[in-house]
C-alpha cells in the first residue's frame, strides 16, 4: 500500500501547485467508496450504489479538500489570517487548517441553526467567530465587503482554489471504481462542490484517465431551492442546514454541471430528506449529516419514476460526518428506553426485540 500524505500530494500535477508552494495538509482526501448493500428494497430499480464519504475528512466534512489549498496558497501569497462567511463546516475547516499553517482565521456565522459540533471545532481550533444576526447571505456579504478593506483571504468557496482542491474527489472515484460512474449525486448549497467535481471528472477525460462523464444530479431542500424555481431565495429554510442557503455563489457553475453533463437540478422535503438520513444509518452503518442526505432522498425520488437503468452505476457524495449534528440525530430517534439495573428487567425489555 502507498502512504498517502494528502490530496495536493496525490493530485499535485493536476492543482495549481508549484515547488515553492508551502503544503498545509492534515493528510486529507482518499475518504472511502462505500457500496451500499441494503438499500435495494428502498430502490424501484437494480443499480450499483456508492457512497463516498466525506465525512471521514480530518475535520469530518469534503471542505478540508478545497480549503488544504486555499490555507496552502493563503500562506504562500503571506497572508497573516483568512476569513470566511460559514453555515458550519467551511468554518470547521478554516480554522483547523489554520491552526496548522500558523495563522489567524476570522468566520462569520449566520443566526441560529448551526450544528452544535461544527461551532466546537471553529473555537477550539481558535478562530475568531462571529454570529452575524442575520443568514448565510449576509454574512458572505460583509465576508466579501471585508476583503476589500482589509489584507485577509477570502476561504469561501468563490475562492478559486477551494474549488480546485475540491474536485480531486472526482479523481479518486474514478481511480476507485477504475471509471467513471454513470451518475454523481451531490447535495447543492453554495454549489462550489458540484462545480468542482464535474471540473476533476472532464479534466480527468482530458488526461485520458476515464473515457465517459458522469451526469450529474444536484439536490436542494425544497425550503432553500433557488437553483430549482430559478431565483434567490430570501428567507431559506431546512433541517439541513449546510445547504439553508438562498442565493448561491457558483450558480453559474452548478447550470453548467447540469445542463453539459446532461443532468438536472431538483428539490427533495425536509421529511424525504430526514427519511434517506436515516436509512442510511440504519441500514448502511454509516452516519452522514442531514445534507447529505439530500443524495439519497433524491436517488429514491428519481427512481420511483424510473429514472435510471439497470446496473447503473450511481455514486452519491456524503458530505459531512453525522456526529458533528447530533442533536439532529437525537432529536429525531428519541431518548434511549430506561431500565432498573437487574438482569431480569433488562430481559424484559428484550423480549420485544432480540430474544
Ligand atoms: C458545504 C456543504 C454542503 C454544500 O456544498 P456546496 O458546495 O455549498 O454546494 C453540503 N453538505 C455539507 C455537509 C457541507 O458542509
Same mark, same amino acid.
Given at each position: 500500500?502507498?502512504?498517502?500524505?494528502?490530496?495536493?500530494?496525490?493530485?499535485?500535477?493536476?492543482?495549481?501547485?508549484?515547488?515553492?508552494?508551502?503544503?498545509?495538509?492534515?493528510?486529507?482526501?482518499?475518504?472511502?467508496?462505500?457500496?451500499? $448493500?441494503?438499500?435495494?428494497?428502498?430502490?424501484?430499480?437494480?443499480?450499483?450504489?456508492?457512497? &463516498?464519504?466525506?465525512?471521514?475528512?480530518?475535520?469530518?466534512?469534503?471542505?478540508?479538500?478545497?480549503?488544504?489549498?486555499?490555507?496552502? &496558497?493563503?500562506?504562500?501569497?503571506? $497572508?497573516? %489570517?483568512?476569513?470566511?462567511?460559514?453555515?458550519?463546516?467551511?468554518? %470547521?475547516?478554516a480554522s483547523a487548517y489554520s491552526a496548522k499553517a500558523g495563522i489567524g482565521a476570522i468566520v462569520l456565522i449566520p443566526e441560529g441553526k448551526i450544528a452544535l459540533g461544527k461551532l466546537a471545532q471553529a473555537l477550539?481550533?481558535? %478562530?475568531?467567530?462571529?454570529?452575524?444576526?442575520?443568514?448565510?447571505?449576509?454574512?458572505?456579504?460583509?465576508?466579501?465587503?471585508?476583503?476589500?478593506?482589509?489584507?485577509?483571504?477570502?476561504?469561501?468557496?468563490?475562492?478559486?482554489?477551494?474549488?480546485?482542491?475540491?474536485?480531486?474527489?472526482?479523481?479518486?472515484?474514478?481511480?476507485?471504481?477504475?471509471?467513471?460512474?454513470?451518475?454523481?449525486?451531490?447535495?447543492?448549497?453554495? %454549489?462550489?462542490?458540484?462545480?468542482?467535481?464535474? &471540473?476533476?471528472?472532464?479534466?480527468?477525460?482530458?488526461?485520458?484517465?476515464?473515457? $465517459?462523464?458522469? &451526469?450529474?444530479?444536484?439536490?436542494?431542500?425544497?425550503?432553500?431551492?433557488?437553483?430549482?424555481?430559478?431565483?434567490?431565495?430570501?428567507?431559506?429554510?431546512?433541517?439541513?442546514?449546510a445547504i439553508r442557503i438562498g442565493n448561491p455563489a457558483s450558480w453559474k457553475g452548478a447550470l453548467a454541471a447540469r445542463d453539459e453533463s446532461g443532468g438536472l437540478i431538483e428539490s427533495v422535503t425536509d421529511e424525504e430528506i430526514i427519511n434517506a438520513y436515516k436509512l442510511i444509518a440504519s441500514r448502511e452503518g454509516i452516519f452522514c449529516e442531514p445534507a447529505s442526505a439530500a443524495t439519497l432522498a433524491g436517488v429514491i425520488k428519481l427512481s420511483k419514476r424510473k429514472f435510471f437503468s439497470k446496473g447503473d452505476t450511481v455514486v452519491c457524495t456524503l458530505t459531512g460526518n453525522g456526529l458533528k449534528d447530533s442533536d439532529s440525530a437525537l432529536q429525531l430517534s428519541g431518548p434511549p428506553v430506561k431500565v432498573r439495573a437487574e438482569i431480569t428487567a433488562v430481559e424484559e425489555l428484550l423480549k420485544g426485540c432480540c430474544l
Open positions: 500500500m502507498q502512504p498517502w500524505y494528502g490530496l495536493i500530494n496525490q493530485y499535485r500535477d493536476f492543482l495549481p501547485v508549484s515547488g515553492e508552494t508551502p503544503v498545509i495538509t492534515l493528510n486529507e482526501g482518499n475518504t472511502p467508496l462505500i457500496r451500499a $448493500s441494503r438499500l435495494n428494497e428502498v430502490l424501484d430499480e437494480e443499480i450499483n450504489l456508492y457512497f &463516498k464519504y466525506e465525512g471521514s475528512n480530518p475535520s469530518g466534512s469534503f471542505k478540508d479538500r478545497g480549503m488544504t489549498l486555499a490555507i496552502s &496558497k493563503a500562506v504562500e501569497d503571506g $497572508s497573516r %489570517a483568512v476569513i470566511c462567511a460559514s453555515t458550519g463546516n467551511t468554518s %470547521a475547516s477550539i481550533h481558535g %478562530a475568531m467567530v462571529l454570529q452575524v444576526e442575520g443568514n448565510f447571505d449576509d454574512a458572505l456579504r460583509i465576508v466579501k465587503e471585508l476583503v476589500e478593506r482589509h489584507p485577509f483571504a477570502l476561504v469561501n468557496s468563490l475562492n478559486p482554489f477551494r474549488i480546485e482542491g475540491q474536485k480531486t474527489a472526482a479523481f479518486e472515484i474514478c481511480d476507485q471504481l477504475g471509471a467513471a460512474p454513470d451518475y454523481h449525486v451531490l447535495p447543492v448549497g453554495n %454549489a462550489g462542490n458540484i462545480t468542482a467535481y464535474w &471540473k476533476g471528472y472532464r479534466e480527468y477525460r482530458d488526461a485520458g484517465r476515464i473515457n $465517459s462523464l458522469p &451526469k450529474m444530479l444536484g439536490f436542494q431542500a425544497a425550503g432553500a431551492a433557488p437553483i430549482v424555481t430559478g431565483r434567490p431565495v430570501e428567507r431559506p429554510e431546512t433541517v439541513a442546514t
